[in-house]
């Protein structure tokens, strides 16, 4: 996936990278210790997020990195809150948006603009939402995993870029399998995003 902003040319500085966080931010932690190693081509430029006084954001704040808080209840509707999420991302010139545990909907003014990547805790197109492992745990799979996927106007449903299979354990609950997951998770988006982002 080659960003439209990104100048012919532009290949060998860092990718830009925005990420969206909505609470414990562990994926952007991972993504942000890689990202140390100049080798491996990708800048996280700032971190948003729906709400404040989350971890996601001290982990972004801690490294001294931009942070800014778009609230949904700030805005009189969520039309008017994409666009003012979309105002956000453009003043930090990301080549790509990565949701990394971000639990709104985004809409027709960030997805127009920009190329958004989620990264869900389920393997698409099975269990999609907010409540994918609980979800998944209920139906009784043996396996599940997680999925990073393009966002389109969806829940869930963008092009699948790469998966990773986790196996569900006999006396799992939520919290050990999705912990499980994350695990997967942070090591599929680390592998994969430079790949994605043509480095
Ligand atoms: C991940 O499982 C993500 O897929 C889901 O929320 C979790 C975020 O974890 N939407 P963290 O906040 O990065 O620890």
Known sequence: ?????????????????VVLVSGTGTLLQALL???VDPSYGVAVVAVGADRDR?????????RGLPTFVVPLREHADRASWDVALAEALAEHRPDLVLSAGFMKILGPAVLGRFVVVNTHPALLPSFPGAHAVRDALAHGVRVSGCTLHRVDAGV?????????AV???????EESLHERIKAAERELLVQ???RLLGR
């Open 1 to 17: 996936m080659t960003p439209t902003t990104q100048p012919p040319g532009a290949s060998s500085s860092p990718a830009r990278v």
């Open 33 to 35: 210790e890689a990202c």
């Open 54 to 62: 989350i971890a996601g954001l001290d982990r972004a704040r801690d």
């Open 156 to 164: 869930d449903t963008g092009p699948i870029l790469a998966q990773r």
């Open 167 to 173: 196996a569900v354990l006999p006396d799992d609950t």
């Open 192 to 194: 994969e995003l430079p």
